[in-house]
């Protein structure tokens, strides 16, 4: 079967000069393993060169600042942050991820945002509390309220200063 597509006589003498290597991928090994879940941010206004001080560690980026205020409003503690790693890095290629340590027989994830909610409710009331931790309906709905104007109007103008 012929080639749709074809390059000039000269092009394929010059590249074929230069043959596509694959590797095999690297083995992951790990020297230090993960002690406690940790939220991957973006990195602080002022980056201390310390990460366990507590100095400053609010993300600089309003989506990474969101997940970390939705996760100590729902009360988990305990959680590591990193913002030594790029957007890359991360599922989609964005910031911010959730990477839980290894337990038992399940083995350590890397969660994207859409999976960060249903990881939290696991660990505040094993996920049955309807009013998923809040006092009464009132303040459920006041929550909820808050964090679609956050996601709105305001998300949009931090993301627009920053």
Known sequence: MASVF??????QRFLSKFPL???????VTSRRPLQKPTLWIAPPRTTAADQTS?????????EC?????????RGVTDIAVRW?????????G?????HTPALGDASSELLAPRSIPGWV???VDGGNDPL?????????DESHAWVSLLEGVVHAALVRAF
């Open 94 to 98: 964005r910031l911010p991820c959730l």
């Open 84 to 92: 030594d790693i790029s957007p890359e890095g991360g599922i989609d």
């Open 21 to 27: 290597h694959t590797y095999p991928p690297i083995p």
């Open 6 to 11: 074809s390059l000039p006589e000269p092009l």
């Open 65 to 73: 600042l969101k997940w970390q205020a939705y996760i100590a409003l």
């Open 132 to 140: 998923n931790g809040y006092s009464d309906e009132t303040l459920k």
């Open 54 to 62: 507590n100095s400053d560690i609010l993300s600089a980026d309003a």
């Open 121 to 123: 409710d696991g660990r």
